[in-house]
Protein backbone atom coordinates (compact mmCIF):
# COMPACT_ATOMS: atom_id res chain seq x y z
CA UNK A 1 0.00 0.00 0.00
CA UNK A 2 1.43 3.67 -0.59
CA UNK A 3 2.09 5.85 2.00
CA UNK A 4 0.09 8.68 2.47
CA UNK A 5 1.74 12.19 2.68
CA UNK A 6 -0.08 13.40 5.86
CA UNK A 7 0.23 10.99 8.44
CA UNK A 8 -1.62 12.68 11.27
CA UNK A 9 -4.27 9.65 10.88
CA UNK A 10 -0.96 7.29 11.40
CA UNK A 11 -0.02 9.09 14.38
CA UNK A 12 -3.85 9.09 15.64
CA UNK A 13 -4.16 5.22 15.08
CA UNK A 14 -0.55 4.94 17.19
CA UNK A 15 -1.78 6.76 20.04
CA UNK A 16 -4.82 5.03 20.54
CA UNK A 17 -3.05 2.06 20.63
CA UNK A 18 -0.62 3.10 23.03
CA UNK A 19 -3.00 4.94 25.41
CA UNK A 20 -5.66 2.41 25.02
CA UNK A 21 -3.16 -0.50 26.23
CA UNK A 22 -1.87 0.71 29.42
CA UNK A 23 -5.79 1.74 30.83
CA UNK A 24 -7.26 -1.66 30.20
CA UNK A 25 -4.11 -3.25 31.14
CA UNK A 26 -4.42 -6.68 29.37
CA UNK A 27 -2.66 -9.12 30.29
CA UNK A 28 -0.96 -12.49 28.02
CA UNK A 29 -0.74 -12.53 24.27
CA UNK A 30 -4.40 -13.73 23.71
CA UNK A 31 -5.71 -10.43 25.06
CA UNK A 32 -3.95 -8.69 24.10
CA UNK A 33 -4.65 -9.57 19.90
CA UNK A 34 -8.34 -9.44 21.17
CA UNK A 35 -7.76 -5.97 21.93
CA UNK A 36 -5.96 -4.98 18.64
CA UNK A 37 -8.50 -6.41 17.13
CA UNK A 38 -11.21 -4.64 18.67
CA UNK A 39 -9.05 -1.06 18.10
CA UNK A 40 -8.83 -2.04 14.46
CA UNK A 41 -12.37 -2.56 14.12
CA UNK A 42 -13.30 0.95 15.81
CA UNK A 43 -11.02 2.85 13.57
CA UNK A 44 -12.09 1.55 10.78
CA UNK A 45 -15.83 1.55 11.35
CA UNK A 46 -15.53 5.14 13.28
CA UNK A 47 -14.22 6.61 10.35
CA UNK A 48 -16.68 5.18 7.75
CA UNK A 49 -19.34 6.83 10.14
CA UNK A 50 -17.45 10.04 10.44
CA UNK A 51 -17.79 9.88 6.48
CA UNK A 52 -21.65 9.39 6.77
CA UNK A 53 -22.27 12.06 9.44
CA UNK A 54 -20.21 14.73 6.80
CA UNK A 55 -22.14 13.53 3.61
CA UNK A 56 -25.67 14.03 6.23
CA UNK A 57 -24.18 17.56 7.16
CA UNK A 58 -23.90 18.45 3.30
CA UNK A 59 -26.77 21.31 2.07
CA UNK A 60 -30.24 19.56 1.66
CA UNK A 61 -30.53 20.13 -2.05
CA UNK A 62 -30.50 17.07 -3.78
CA UNK A 63 -28.42 17.76 -6.71
CA UNK A 64 -25.82 18.53 -3.87
CA UNK A 65 -26.60 15.48 -2.07
CA UNK A 66 -25.71 14.10 -4.92
CA UNK A 67 -22.40 15.68 -6.24
CA UNK A 68 -21.46 14.93 -2.68
CA UNK A 69 -21.75 11.25 -2.72
CA UNK A 70 -19.82 11.63 -6.44
CA UNK A 71 -16.69 12.42 -4.23
CA UNK A 72 -15.15 9.11 -4.20
CA UNK A 73 -15.42 9.14 -8.32
CA UNK A 74 -13.06 10.55 -9.99
CA UNK A 75 -10.77 11.15 -7.17
CA UNK A 76 -6.87 11.90 -7.15
CA UNK A 77 -4.74 8.53 -8.27
CA UNK A 78 -1.00 8.04 -7.37
CA UNK A 79 1.55 9.29 -9.83
CA UNK A 80 3.08 6.08 -11.48
CA UNK A 81 6.88 6.18 -12.27
CA UNK A 82 9.54 4.14 -13.81
CA UNK A 83 12.49 2.76 -12.07
CA UNK A 84 14.68 5.97 -12.19
CA UNK A 85 11.42 8.09 -11.61
CA UNK A 86 10.35 9.54 -15.15
CA UNK A 87 6.38 10.04 -14.76
CA UNK A 88 4.67 7.36 -16.37
CA UNK A 89 0.90 8.32 -15.33
CA UNK A 90 0.10 11.28 -13.54
CA UNK A 91 -3.75 13.47 -12.81
CA UNK A 92 -4.25 16.60 -13.95
CA UNK A 93 -7.21 19.25 -13.23
CA UNK A 94 -10.09 18.47 -15.57
CA UNK A 95 -13.72 20.04 -15.32
CA UNK A 96 -17.22 18.11 -15.56
CA UNK A 97 -19.86 20.18 -16.69
CA UNK A 98 -23.85 19.45 -15.32
CA UNK A 99 -26.84 20.46 -15.49
CA UNK A 100 -29.89 21.04 -13.12
CA UNK A 101 -32.86 21.34 -15.21
CA UNK A 102 -35.28 22.41 -13.14
CA UNK A 103 -33.38 25.38 -12.48
CA UNK A 104 -33.14 26.29 -16.72
CA UNK A 105 -35.91 28.74 -17.38
CA UNK A 106 -35.31 28.57 -21.21
CA UNK A 107 -34.08 25.33 -22.48
CA UNK A 108 -33.21 25.86 -26.08
CA UNK A 109 -30.95 29.42 -24.81
CA UNK A 110 -28.80 26.94 -22.68
CA UNK A 111 -28.69 24.68 -25.59
CA UNK A 112 -27.40 27.17 -28.25
CA UNK A 113 -24.97 28.15 -25.54
CA UNK A 114 -23.63 24.89 -25.23
CA UNK A 115 -23.24 23.59 -28.48
CA UNK A 116 -21.38 26.93 -29.39
CA UNK A 117 -18.35 26.22 -26.96
CA UNK A 118 -19.12 22.32 -27.73
CA UNK A 119 -20.35 21.43 -30.78
CA UNK A 120 -20.17 17.51 -29.71
CA UNK A 121 -23.09 18.49 -27.56
CA UNK A 122 -25.72 18.91 -30.41
CA UNK A 123 -27.26 15.61 -30.17
CA UNK A 124 -30.86 14.11 -29.35
CA UNK A 125 -29.62 12.67 -25.82
CA UNK A 126 -28.30 15.93 -24.86
CA UNK A 127 -31.22 18.38 -25.27
CA UNK A 128 -33.15 15.53 -24.21
CA UNK A 129 -31.81 15.93 -20.44
CA UNK A 130 -31.97 19.49 -20.50
CA UNK A 131 -35.89 19.67 -21.11
CA UNK A 132 -36.17 16.69 -18.69
CA UNK A 133 -37.46 17.43 -15.01
CA UNK A 134 -34.41 16.02 -13.50
CA UNK A 135 -32.58 17.46 -10.29
CA UNK A 136 -29.23 16.72 -11.97
CA UNK A 137 -27.95 15.29 -15.11
CA UNK A 138 -24.00 15.01 -16.30
CA UNK A 139 -23.53 16.48 -19.93
CA UNK A 140 -19.63 16.14 -20.34
CA UNK A 141 -17.41 14.22 -17.88
CA UNK A 142 -14.04 16.00 -19.24
CA UNK A 143 -13.58 19.41 -20.35
CA UNK A 144 -10.45 21.75 -20.94
CA UNK A 145 -9.99 24.79 -18.70
CA UNK A 146 -10.65 26.85 -21.75
CA UNK A 147 -13.87 25.30 -22.63
CA UNK A 148 -15.00 25.70 -18.91
CA UNK A 149 -13.87 29.67 -19.32
CA UNK A 150 -16.17 30.06 -22.45
CA UNK A 151 -18.96 28.30 -20.78
CA UNK A 152 -18.66 30.47 -17.74
CA UNK A 153 -18.80 33.48 -19.66
CA UNK A 154 -22.04 32.98 -20.82
CA UNK A 155 -23.77 32.85 -17.93
CA UNK A 156 -26.23 30.25 -18.67
CA UNK A 157 -28.78 29.24 -15.41
CA UNK A 158 -28.69 25.84 -14.19
CA UNK A 159 -25.16 25.13 -15.96
CA UNK A 160 -22.13 23.98 -13.31
CA UNK A 161 -18.83 22.82 -13.17
CA UNK A 162 -17.70 20.08 -10.78
CA UNK A 163 -13.83 20.01 -10.19
CA UNK A 164 -12.37 16.85 -11.29
CA UNK A 165 -8.91 14.56 -12.27
CA UNK A 166 -7.96 13.29 -15.49
CA UNK A 167 -5.88 10.78 -15.81
CA UNK A 168 -2.51 12.09 -18.47
CA UNK A 169 0.30 9.94 -19.66
CA UNK A 170 3.12 12.01 -20.95
CA UNK A 171 5.00 9.03 -23.20
CA UNK A 172 1.44 8.18 -24.64
CA UNK A 173 1.44 4.73 -26.64
CA UNK A 174 5.04 4.41 -25.48
CA UNK A 175 4.38 1.98 -22.39
CA UNK A 176 0.31 1.75 -22.52
CA UNK A 177 -0.16 -2.18 -22.35
CA UNK A 178 1.71 -2.31 -18.52
CA UNK A 179 -0.18 1.53 -17.57
CA UNK A 180 -3.35 0.14 -18.80
CA UNK A 181 -6.64 2.54 -18.81
CA UNK A 182 -8.95 4.32 -16.66
CA UNK A 183 -12.76 5.51 -16.91
CA UNK A 184 -14.23 8.51 -16.81
CA UNK A 185 -14.44 8.28 -13.41
CA UNK A 186 -10.41 8.02 -12.81
CA UNK A 187 -10.98 4.25 -11.59
CA UNK A 188 -8.23 1.49 -13.32
CA UNK A 189 -9.79 -0.70 -16.20
CA UNK A 190 -6.25 -2.51 -17.31
CA UNK A 191 -2.94 -2.84 -16.97
CA UNK A 192 -1.23 -1.37 -13.73
CA UNK A 193 -3.71 0.90 -12.76
CA UNK A 194 -6.02 -1.44 -12.11
CA UNK A 195 -3.60 -3.40 -10.13
CA UNK A 196 -3.79 -0.29 -8.27
CA UNK A 197 -6.74 0.12 -7.85
CA UNK A 198 -7.59 -3.80 -6.33
CA UNK A 199 -4.47 -3.65 -4.33
CA UNK A 200 -5.03 -0.34 -2.03
CA UNK A 201 -6.57 2.77 -3.85
CA UNK A 202 -10.15 2.01 -3.77
CA UNK A 203 -10.15 0.73 0.03
CA UNK A 204 -8.63 3.99 0.62
CA UNK A 205 -11.09 6.08 -1.51
CA UNK A 206 -13.99 4.18 -0.05
CA UNK A 207 -12.52 5.53 3.55
CA UNK A 208 -12.16 9.01 2.16
CA UNK A 209 -8.14 8.85 2.89
CA UNK A 210 -7.09 10.32 -0.64
CA UNK A 211 -9.48 13.30 -0.73
CA UNK A 212 -6.53 16.31 -0.97
CA UNK A 213 -4.11 14.17 0.28
CA UNK A 214 -0.81 13.67 -1.81
CA UNK A 215 0.13 10.09 -2.00
CA UNK A 216 3.71 8.71 -2.70
CA UNK A 217 4.26 7.54 -6.49
CA UNK A 218 4.15 3.82 -7.58
CA UNK A 219 7.26 2.77 -8.68
CA UNK A 220 7.71 0.44 -11.39
CA UNK A 221 10.27 -1.99 -12.74
CA UNK A 222 9.91 -0.75 -15.94
CA UNK A 223 12.80 1.68 -17.59
CA UNK A 224 10.95 3.83 -19.73
CA UNK A 225 14.40 4.18 -21.69
CA UNK A 226 14.22 0.82 -22.77
CA UNK A 227 11.05 0.36 -22.94
CA UNK A 228 11.32 3.45 -25.68
CA UNK A 229 14.08 1.67 -27.38
CA UNK A 230 12.56 -2.08 -27.92
CA UNK A 231 8.99 -0.09 -29.10
CA UNK A 232 11.10 1.77 -31.65
CA UNK A 233 13.23 -1.20 -33.07
CA UNK A 234 10.03 -3.35 -32.70
CA UNK A 235 7.88 -0.86 -35.18
CA UNK A 236 10.38 -0.87 -37.63
CA UNK A 237 10.76 -4.30 -38.11
CA UNK A 238 7.02 -4.57 -38.09
CA UNK A 239 6.96 -2.20 -40.92
CA UNK A 240 9.98 -3.77 -42.65
CA UNK A 241 9.22 -7.10 -42.32
CA UNK A 242 4.80 -6.05 -43.21
CA UNK A 243 4.44 -8.01 -39.81
CA UNK A 244 0.79 -7.95 -38.62
CA UNK A 245 2.01 -7.49 -34.72
CA UNK A 246 5.24 -7.48 -33.06
CA UNK A 247 6.06 -8.32 -29.61
CA UNK A 248 8.74 -7.94 -27.11
CA UNK A 249 10.06 -8.57 -23.19
CA UNK A 250 13.40 -7.52 -21.63
CA UNK A 251 13.66 -9.29 -18.01
CA UNK A 252 15.96 -9.02 -15.41
CA UNK A 253 17.11 -12.63 -15.51
CA UNK A 254 18.00 -12.96 -11.79
CA UNK A 255 15.42 -10.74 -10.29
CA UNK A 256 12.43 -11.70 -12.80
CA UNK A 257 11.46 -7.64 -13.27
CA UNK A 258 10.03 -6.73 -16.01
CA UNK A 259 12.35 -4.24 -17.91
CA UNK A 260 10.41 -3.25 -20.89
CA UNK A 261 6.88 -4.91 -22.13
CA UNK A 262 5.65 -4.10 -25.69
CA UNK A 263 2.72 -5.11 -27.75
CA UNK A 264 2.00 -4.06 -30.94
CA UNK A 265 -0.15 -2.43 -32.29
CA UNK A 266 -0.70 -0.81 -29.00
CA UNK A 267 -3.29 2.39 -28.07
CA UNK A 268 -2.56 5.51 -26.43
CA UNK A 269 -4.27 5.36 -22.96
CA UNK A 270 -5.03 9.16 -23.62
CA UNK A 271 -7.66 8.13 -25.85
CA UNK A 272 -9.09 5.50 -24.03
CA UNK A 273 -11.58 4.26 -27.23
CA UNK A 274 -8.76 2.91 -28.66
CA UNK A 275 -7.71 0.13 -26.14
CA UNK A 276 -11.28 -1.49 -26.69
CA UNK A 277 -9.98 -2.09 -30.72
CA UNK A 278 -9.30 -6.00 -30.76
CA UNK A 279 -6.05 -5.72 -33.07
CA UNK A 280 -4.56 -3.50 -29.97
CA UNK A 281 -4.81 -6.11 -27.31
CA UNK A 282 -2.28 -7.48 -25.06
CA UNK A 283 -0.50 -10.06 -26.97
CA UNK A 284 2.38 -10.67 -24.47
CA UNK A 285 0.26 -11.28 -21.29
CA UNK A 286 -3.37 -11.62 -22.71
CA UNK A 287 -2.41 -14.40 -25.63
CA UNK A 288 -1.29 -17.50 -26.24
CA UNK A 289 0.77 -19.16 -28.69
CA UNK A 290 2.70 -22.01 -30.23
CA UNK A 291 6.06 -20.88 -29.36
CA UNK A 292 7.95 -23.12 -31.73
CA UNK A 293 11.47 -24.13 -31.70
CA UNK A 294 12.46 -21.91 -28.90
CA UNK A 295 10.66 -24.67 -26.64
CA UNK A 296 13.68 -26.80 -27.38
CA UNK A 297 15.74 -25.34 -24.90
CA UNK A 298 13.59 -26.43 -22.58
CA UNK A 299 13.23 -29.99 -23.81
CA UNK A 300 16.63 -30.09 -23.83
CA UNK A 301 17.08 -28.85 -20.33
CA UNK A 302 14.59 -31.32 -18.70
CA UNK A 303 16.13 -34.31 -20.46
CA UNK A 304 19.60 -33.40 -19.58
CA UNK A 305 18.49 -32.61 -15.26
CA UNK A 306 16.47 -35.80 -15.87
CA UNK A 307 19.79 -37.74 -16.24
CA UNK A 308 18.53 -39.57 -18.92
CA UNK A 309 20.57 -37.85 -21.15
CA UNK A 310 24.20 -36.27 -21.46
CA UNK A 311 25.77 -33.45 -23.36
CA UNK A 312 27.98 -36.08 -25.30
CA UNK A 313 25.04 -38.41 -26.44
CA UNK A 314 23.88 -38.55 -29.82
CA UNK A 315 20.64 -39.07 -31.89
CA UNK A 316 19.78 -41.01 -35.15
CA UNK A 317 18.06 -37.85 -37.62
CA UNK A 318 18.16 -39.39 -40.85
CA UNK A 319 14.76 -40.45 -41.10
CA UNK A 320 11.37 -38.83 -40.39
CA UNK A 321 9.53 -39.91 -37.41
CA UNK A 322 6.16 -41.55 -38.35
CA UNK A 323 3.05 -41.81 -35.75
CA UNK A 324 -0.65 -41.81 -35.88
CA UNK A 325 -0.58 -41.22 -39.79
CA UNK A 326 1.61 -37.86 -39.24
CA UNK A 327 5.40 -37.41 -40.34
CA UNK A 328 7.53 -34.91 -38.46
CA UNK A 329 10.65 -34.10 -39.85
CA UNK A 330 13.35 -31.52 -40.10
CA UNK A 331 12.86 -28.09 -41.65
CA UNK A 332 16.88 -28.26 -42.95
CA UNK A 333 17.30 -31.60 -42.19
CA UNK A 334 21.34 -32.80 -41.85
CA UNK A 335 20.21 -36.28 -42.51
CA UNK A 336 22.78 -38.20 -40.02
CA UNK A 337 23.44 -39.07 -35.88
CA UNK A 338 23.96 -35.57 -34.49
CA UNK A 339 25.40 -34.73 -31.07
CA UNK A 340 23.04 -32.64 -28.08
CA UNK A 341 24.88 -29.45 -29.58
CA UNK A 342 23.67 -30.38 -32.70
CA UNK A 343 20.32 -30.59 -32.13
CA UNK A 344 19.82 -27.60 -30.72
CA UNK A 345 22.26 -25.79 -33.01
CA UNK A 346 20.51 -27.22 -36.11
CA UNK A 347 17.16 -27.28 -34.71
CA UNK A 348 16.60 -30.60 -34.98
CA UNK A 349 12.55 -31.71 -34.59
CA UNK A 350 14.02 -35.24 -35.27
CA UNK A 351 16.72 -35.29 -32.35
CA UNK A 352 14.76 -33.36 -29.70
CA UNK A 353 11.71 -35.77 -29.67
CA UNK A 354 14.28 -38.27 -29.03
CA UNK A 355 15.40 -36.38 -26.52
CA UNK A 356 12.26 -35.98 -24.79
CA UNK A 357 11.14 -39.62 -25.67
CA UNK A 358 14.56 -40.92 -23.13
CA UNK A 359 12.88 -38.61 -20.67
CA UNK A 360 9.20 -39.74 -21.19
CA UNK A 361 6.23 -38.21 -21.22
CA UNK A 362 5.72 -37.79 -17.32
CA UNK A 363 8.84 -36.41 -17.24
CA UNK A 364 7.78 -34.02 -19.74
CA UNK A 365 4.66 -33.06 -17.94
CA UNK A 366 6.09 -32.50 -14.42
CA UNK A 367 9.19 -30.31 -15.73
CA UNK A 368 6.74 -27.90 -18.03
CA UNK A 369 4.63 -27.53 -14.77
CA UNK A 370 7.56 -26.83 -12.30
CA UNK A 371 9.23 -24.17 -15.27
CA UNK A 372 4.99 -22.55 -14.78
CA UNK A 373 4.32 -23.55 -18.61
CA UNK A 374 0.93 -25.41 -17.89
CA UNK A 375 -0.59 -23.12 -15.20
CA UNK A 376 -1.71 -19.49 -15.45
CA UNK A 377 1.12 -17.12 -15.00
CA UNK A 378 0.90 -15.15 -11.68
CA UNK A 379 2.10 -12.02 -11.77
CA UNK A 380 0.15 -8.28 -10.61
CA UNK A 381 -0.91 -7.72 -14.24
CA UNK A 382 -4.66 -8.20 -14.59
CA UNK A 383 -6.10 -10.36 -17.50
CA UNK A 384 -3.26 -12.73 -17.39
CA UNK A 385 -4.07 -16.14 -20.01
CA UNK A 386 -4.21 -19.62 -19.18
CA UNK A 387 -1.84 -21.79 -21.06
CA UNK A 388 -3.75 -23.90 -24.12
CA UNK A 389 -2.86 -27.24 -22.92
CA UNK A 390 -3.41 -30.12 -25.07
CA UNK A 391 -7.26 -31.91 -24.92
CA UNK A 392 -4.91 -35.43 -24.39
CA UNK A 393 -1.15 -35.51 -23.99
CA UNK A 394 -0.68 -38.67 -25.56
CA UNK A 395 2.79 -39.69 -27.19
CA UNK A 396 2.23 -37.78 -30.32
CA UNK A 397 0.83 -34.56 -28.03
CA UNK A 398 4.33 -34.92 -26.33
CA UNK A 399 6.21 -34.99 -29.40
CA UNK A 400 4.92 -31.79 -30.89
CA UNK A 401 5.09 -30.19 -27.22
CA UNK A 402 8.84 -30.96 -27.26
CA UNK A 403 9.79 -28.59 -29.79
CA UNK A 404 6.98 -25.82 -29.87
CA UNK A 405 3.82 -27.00 -31.05
CA UNK A 406 0.93 -28.21 -29.55
CA UNK A 407 1.33 -25.87 -26.18
CA UNK A 408 0.01 -22.40 -26.45
CA UNK A 409 1.64 -20.12 -23.91
CA UNK A 410 1.58 -16.59 -23.24
CA UNK A 411 5.22 -14.76 -24.63
CA UNK A 412 6.02 -13.57 -20.79
CA UNK A 413 5.45 -17.18 -19.63
CA UNK A 414 8.09 -18.10 -22.32
CA UNK A 415 10.29 -15.62 -21.46
CA UNK A 416 9.98 -15.87 -17.01
CA UNK A 417 10.44 -19.85 -18.29
CA UNK A 418 13.99 -18.97 -20.49
CA UNK A 419 15.27 -16.78 -17.80
CA UNK A 420 14.83 -19.92 -15.70
CA UNK A 421 17.19 -21.80 -18.14
CA UNK A 422 20.40 -19.40 -18.27
CA UNK A 423 20.09 -17.89 -14.51
CA UNK A 424 21.52 -20.93 -12.97
CA UNK A 425 17.84 -22.89 -12.81
CA UNK A 426 16.07 -20.86 -10.50
CA UNK A 427 12.75 -19.68 -11.69
CA UNK A 428 11.06 -16.83 -10.24
CA UNK A 429 7.78 -15.39 -10.81
CA UNK A 430 7.46 -11.84 -13.34
CA UNK A 431 6.97 -8.82 -11.24
CA UNK A 432 6.46 -5.42 -12.65
CA UNK A 433 7.23 -3.66 -9.44
CA UNK A 434 11.10 -3.51 -8.58
CA UNK A 435 12.23 -6.34 -6.80
CA UNK A 436 16.10 -6.99 -4.66
CA UNK A 437 18.31 -9.91 -5.53
CA UNK A 438 17.60 -10.85 -1.97
CA UNK A 439 13.76 -10.57 -2.80
CA UNK A 440 13.68 -12.55 -5.64
CA UNK A 441 15.91 -15.49 -3.88
CA UNK A 442 13.52 -16.26 -1.56
CA UNK A 443 11.21 -16.62 -3.55
CA UNK A 444 12.68 -18.29 -5.90
CA UNK A 445 12.29 -22.35 -6.73
CA UNK A 446 15.58 -24.29 -8.24
CA UNK A 447 13.98 -26.19 -11.10
CA UNK A 448 16.73 -27.24 -12.89
CA UNK A 449 20.63 -27.62 -11.31
CA UNK A 450 23.38 -24.95 -11.84
CA UNK A 451 25.21 -27.22 -13.96
CA UNK A 452 22.43 -28.08 -16.82
CA UNK A 453 21.50 -23.78 -16.53
CA UNK A 454 25.72 -23.49 -17.13
CA UNK A 455 25.53 -26.21 -20.39
CA UNK A 456 22.29 -24.67 -21.59
CA UNK A 457 24.24 -20.92 -21.90
CA UNK A 458 27.03 -22.94 -23.98
CA UNK A 459 24.25 -23.88 -26.03
CA UNK A 460 22.64 -20.87 -26.49
CA UNK A 461 26.06 -19.12 -27.24
CA UNK A 462 27.00 -21.80 -29.86
CA UNK A 463 23.84 -20.66 -31.90
CA UNK A 464 24.48 -17.39 -32.24
CA UNK A 465 28.22 -18.25 -32.74
CA UNK A 466 27.39 -20.78 -35.29
CA UNK A 467 23.91 -21.56 -35.91
CA UNK A 468 20.52 -19.18 -36.37
CA UNK A 469 21.58 -17.22 -34.49
CA UNK A 470 24.25 -15.56 -35.69
CA UNK A 471 22.81 -12.19 -36.99
CA UNK A 472 22.21 -11.84 -33.50
CA UNK A 473 25.64 -10.84 -32.46
CA UNK A 474 26.55 -7.87 -30.97
CA UNK A 475 30.50 -7.27 -30.24
CA UNK A 476 31.23 -7.30 -27.01
CA UNK A 477 28.05 -8.47 -25.20
CA UNK A 478 28.44 -11.95 -25.55
CA UNK A 479 24.65 -12.53 -26.83
CA UNK A 480 23.13 -16.13 -27.21
CA UNK A 481 19.84 -17.70 -28.03
CA UNK A 482 17.62 -19.70 -29.79
CA UNK A 483 15.49 -19.32 -32.81
CA UNK A 484 11.50 -20.66 -33.38
CA UNK A 485 9.34 -20.39 -36.30
CA UNK A 486 6.25 -21.63 -35.69
CA UNK A 487 3.70 -22.52 -38.27
CA UNK A 488 0.41 -20.77 -37.52
CA UNK A 489 -2.88 -22.73 -37.27
CA UNK A 490 -5.58 -21.76 -40.22
CA UNK A 491 -8.52 -23.66 -39.70
CA UNK A 492 -7.25 -26.78 -37.94
CA UNK A 493 -4.48 -26.82 -39.89
CA UNK A 494 -0.69 -25.51 -39.86
CA UNK A 495 0.03 -23.53 -42.52
CA UNK A 496 3.51 -23.38 -44.31
CA UNK A 497 4.95 -19.77 -45.13
CA UNK A 498 2.47 -18.51 -42.22
CA UNK A 499 5.08 -17.97 -39.63
CA UNK A 500 5.06 -16.61 -35.36
CA UNK A 501 8.79 -15.68 -35.74
CA UNK A 502 10.25 -15.73 -32.14
CA UNK A 503 14.23 -15.19 -30.93
CA UNK A 504 14.59 -15.93 -27.14
CA UNK A 505 17.81 -14.58 -26.11
CA UNK A 506 20.11 -13.49 -23.09
CA UNK A 507 23.32 -11.38 -22.40
CA UNK A 508 26.25 -11.05 -21.32
CA UNK A 509 25.34 -15.22 -21.74
CA UNK A 510 28.62 -16.16 -19.72
CA UNK A 511 26.76 -14.47 -16.33
CA UNK A 512 23.40 -13.42 -17.67
CA UNK A 513 21.74 -10.50 -16.53
CA UNK A 514 18.74 -9.65 -18.94
CA UNK A 515 16.48 -11.72 -21.23
CA UNK A 516 15.33 -10.51 -24.34
CA UNK A 517 12.17 -12.22 -26.07
CA UNK A 518 11.57 -10.94 -29.38
CA UNK A 519 8.40 -12.59 -31.67
CA UNK A 520 6.89 -11.33 -34.82
CA UNK A 521 3.32 -12.16 -36.26
CA UNK A 522 3.35 -13.29 -39.54
CA UNK A 523 6.75 -11.32 -41.16
CA UNK A 524 7.27 -11.24 -44.68
CA UNK A 525 10.31 -12.52 -46.75
CA UNK A 526 11.66 -8.76 -48.10
CA UNK A 527 14.06 -8.45 -51.27
CA UNK A 528 17.29 -10.27 -50.78
CA UNK A 529 16.04 -13.03 -48.25
CA UNK A 530 15.84 -16.84 -49.41
CA UNK A 531 13.27 -17.21 -46.44
CA UNK A 532 10.42 -15.77 -43.64
CA UNK A 533 12.43 -17.75 -40.99
CA UNK A 534 12.99 -16.26 -37.50
CA UNK A 535 16.87 -15.98 -38.80
CA UNK A 536 15.98 -13.50 -41.04
CA UNK A 537 14.12 -11.31 -39.17
CA UNK A 538 13.09 -11.62 -35.14
CA UNK A 539 17.18 -12.62 -34.99
CA UNK A 540 18.55 -9.22 -36.64
CA UNK A 541 15.40 -7.08 -34.75
CA UNK A 542 17.27 -8.40 -31.48
CA UNK A 543 20.95 -7.68 -32.18
CA UNK A 544 19.63 -4.04 -33.25
CA UNK A 545 17.44 -4.01 -29.32
CA UNK A 546 20.57 -5.52 -27.65
CA UNK A 547 22.86 -2.71 -29.29
CA UNK A 548 20.76 -0.25 -28.01
CA UNK A 549 19.61 -1.16 -24.62
CA UNK A 550 22.96 -2.52 -23.20
CA UNK A 551 24.54 0.63 -22.17
CA UNK A 552 21.49 1.63 -21.08
CA UNK A 553 21.18 -0.61 -18.62
CA UNK A 554 25.02 -0.51 -17.08
CA UNK A 555 26.18 -3.73 -19.44
CA UNK A 556 29.89 -3.37 -19.65
CA UNK A 557 30.95 -4.51 -23.20
CA UNK A 558 33.92 -7.54 -23.09
CA UNK A 559 36.12 -7.70 -25.99
CA UNK A 560 38.52 -9.91 -24.29
CA UNK A 561 39.56 -12.25 -27.18
CA UNK A 562 38.41 -15.05 -24.53
CA UNK A 563 34.93 -14.07 -24.32
CA UNK A 564 33.72 -15.65 -26.99
CA UNK A 565 32.80 -19.08 -25.15
CA UNK A 566 31.72 -20.18 -21.98
CA UNK A 567 33.50 -23.38 -20.48
CA UNK A 568 31.28 -26.28 -19.92
CA UNK A 569 32.52 -30.12 -18.25
CA UNK A 570 31.64 -32.53 -21.21
CA UNK A 571 32.32 -35.26 -17.92
CA UNK A 572 29.85 -37.98 -16.72
CA UNK A 573 26.98 -36.02 -14.41
CA UNK A 574 25.46 -38.80 -12.39
Do not use: C
Not at 148 to 159: E, K, S
Not at 252 to 278: C, H, W, Y
Not at 486 to 503: C, P
Amino acid sequence: MAKIADSSFLRRTSSIKKHGTSAIRLRGPGRSRIFFAMTIFVLVYGAIAGRLILLGLQDGDPAKRFLAAQNTVAQARPDIVDRNGEILATDIKSAALYAEPRKIPDKDEVFDGLISVLPELDNPTIKRRLESNALFTWLKREISVEQRQAIHALGLPGVGFRQSNKRFYPGGQTVSHILGTVNVDNQGLSGMEKYVDQAWLKDLQELGFTQDRMMEPVELSVDLRVQHAVRDELRRSMEYYKAKAAMGVVLKADTGEVIAMISLPDFDPNNRQQALEKERMNRVTGGVFEMGSIFKGITVAMALDSGTVKLEDSFDATKPIRVARQKIDDYHGKRRVLSVPEVFIYSSNIGTIKMMQKAGVPAQQEFLKKIGLTQKMKTEMPGVARPLLPPKWNELAAMTISFGHGLGVTPLQMAVAGATLVNGGKYIEPTFLPRTKEQADELATQVISPETSEILRYLNRENVLRGSGRRAAVPGYDVGGKTGTAQKVVNGRYVEGLYLNSFMSAFPMSDPEYLVLITLDEPQKVEGQHYATAGWNAVPTTASIIRRIAPMLGVVPDFADDAETIPVSYQNRN
